[in-house]
């Protein structure tokens, strides 16, 4: 997407396409990325629970992952993992 | 027709912003501005005026307030003073960046410490980077036709940003003052009906103040620049409508005597009407001196400000407020700022006058004068004092 100048940006910056803001990946931002391991994780839900940009998605196996285009590698959904699952990986 | 009437100025003002049919009023009453909010209450609430009075808590929510009805697509009002205005700084960048159309009346009271309910512009000064359009009344009738024409300014599909309209605490506002005010019928012709450029509605959602990075940030702060430095057409042409309109015309720099004069002083506000008495002393003495009125302070109306000080040798800039440690006050900063690239340009001097609503009588200004015109060698010429002080 193409960067407007200042004198394309609408009066006020209104944005006048609602729910516009998903065409930002914020998953751009991520230094580290979750990784499930799907042998200790017991289908919980913790970590869809405490993601905060609610990009934590359940697989038809019931198994969990997250939508790497929002995903800003904060580290909540392995903080809170009890069962020790997800592990954070230093993105490459 | 218009009418004829004594009132005391910030009931006139009140009665002005209920004739521009506003839609909804915020305001926290705050000493000397109380009486807007007060006759603005009485007025809604005999049903004379149609609109909602919100009572709000606190000035921070008074601007909150009308930001959101504004947004919302109403006409809207607040006024405030001294500390209310610092309790709403937080929000006036913000009212600005959204473009929102708010008219204020600040009733510039000196900002605590020590707690002083009394003038001077140390309220107002602090909020110069807000961008807001900021005007200076000089008197009761100045502060009618400005309160007006603001709706008309900050509505302007062109400006769409809020305006503050500056009308000195007590000096002003507390006074009983002759002043004409328009019919209804007379601002009805001037001043149409408020279009928003977006509005908040169920039906059709939009966000506003939405967040930015650093990828958008400058562009929106260019932009929003560049608003504020076009609003001045769209002023001066508003300013000149209301003078073909109701005979009183008003220019972002006004000047008295001041073609021939050797020697300028500049004033904002009410002050101005005292130092003209000063210079019709002076002149009767032989003195050429003259006055140099700043009525709008932002945009700055650097190009009139030139014309109106090129064939002067000295300029005396008058402050209302203090810049504490910096290069003199903020009204003498901005004006050596403007002519500092002027080829010929007057020797600039500086009195910090009137601070807390210290009296400052015909002979205060002539004696800056006088101080001013014995300075030959111009030793005090880009330098500072407050007037008055007791050493």
Redesign the interface.
């Known amino acids: 997407m193409a960067?407007?100048?200042?004198?394309e940006?609408?009066?006020?910056?209104?944005?006048?396409e609602?729910g516009s803001?998903s065409e930002y990946h914020t998953g751009s931002w991520r230094s580290q990325r979750p990784v499930w391991d799907d042998a200790k994780c017991i289908k919980c839900g913790i970590c869809y629970v405490f993601c905060p940009e609610g990009c934590v998605q359940q697989g038809e196996d019931g198994f969990f992952k997250a939508d790497m285009n929002y995903c800003k590698g904060c580290g909540i959904c392995a903080h809170e993992c009890w069962p020790r699952a997800i592990k954070m990986v230093e993105e490459g | 027709m218009g009418k004829r009437v004594g009132l005391e100025v910030t009931v006139a003002v009140a009665e002005a912003v209920a004739l521009c049919r506003i839609d909804m009023a915020g305001v926290y009453p705050i000493t000397p501005q109380s009486h807007i909010a007060e006759h603005l209450s009485n007025l809604v609430a005999d049903g004379k005026l149609d609109a909602e009075f919100v009572t709000v808590e606190s000035e921070h929510s008074a601007m909150s307030a009308v930001i959101g009805a504004a947004a919302a697509g109403a006409r809207v009002y607040t006024a405030t003073s001294s500390q209310g205005l610092m309790l709403m700084h937080e929000l006036l960048p913000i009212a600005s960046?959204?473009?929102?159309p708010i008219t204020m009346a600040i009733a510039n009271r000196a900002v605590s410490g020590p707690l002083n309910i009394l003038n001077d512009h140390s309220d107002i000064m602090p909020q110069r980077d807000a961008g807001w359009i900021a005007v200076f009344a000089e008197n009761g009738q100045e502060a009618v036709d400005l309160s007006i024409a603001a709706f008309k300014i900050a509505e302007h599909k062109d400006v769409?940003l809020p305006v503050s309209v500056n009308i000195d605490g007590f000096q002003l506002t507390h006074m009983v003052e002759p002043v004409i005010l328009p019919s209804q019928e007379e601002v009805d012709a001037f001043l149409p009906p408020f279009v928003p450029?977006?509005t908040l509605h169920p039906s059709n959602?939009?966000?506003?103040g939405?967040f930015?990075m650093s990828?958008?940030f400058?562009?929106?702060m260019?932009?929003k620049d560049?608003?504020i430095k076009n609003s001045r057409k769209v002023i001066l042409e508003v300013w000149d409508e209301w003078g073909r309109q109701f005979g009183r015309s008003y220019k972002p720099v006004e000047t008295y005597r001041a073609e021939d004069a050797d020697i300028l002083m500049l004033t904002m506000g009410s002050m101005g009407e005292t130092a003209k008495i000063a210079i019709d002393e002076l002149r009767g003495k032989g003195v050429r001196a003259g006055l140099v009125k700043l009525r709008l302070w932002r945009p700055f109306p650097f190009a009139e400000l030139k014309a109106a000080v090129k064939n002067a040798q000295k300029l005396i800039v008058t402050d209302r407020a203090v810049s504490f440690g910096g290069p003199g006050g903020p009204v003498f900063s901005e004006i050596k700022s403007a002519l500092f690239a002027q080829a010929r340009r007057p020797s600039i001097y500086n009195y910090i006058i009137g601070l807390g609503g210290r009296d400052m009588a015909v002979s205060d200004f002539v004696g800056m004068f006088d101080q001013v015109l014995a300075d030959r060698a111009q030793a005090k010429a880009d330098t500072y004092e407050f007037w008055g002080v007791r050493e």
């Open positions: 960067l407007k100048t200042w004198k940006l609408p009066i006020g910056c209104v944005v006048f609602p803001a | 960046a959204m473009r929102l769409m450029h977006a959602p939009v966000t506003m939405a930015s990828d958008y400058t562009e929106i260019k932009a560049e608003a």
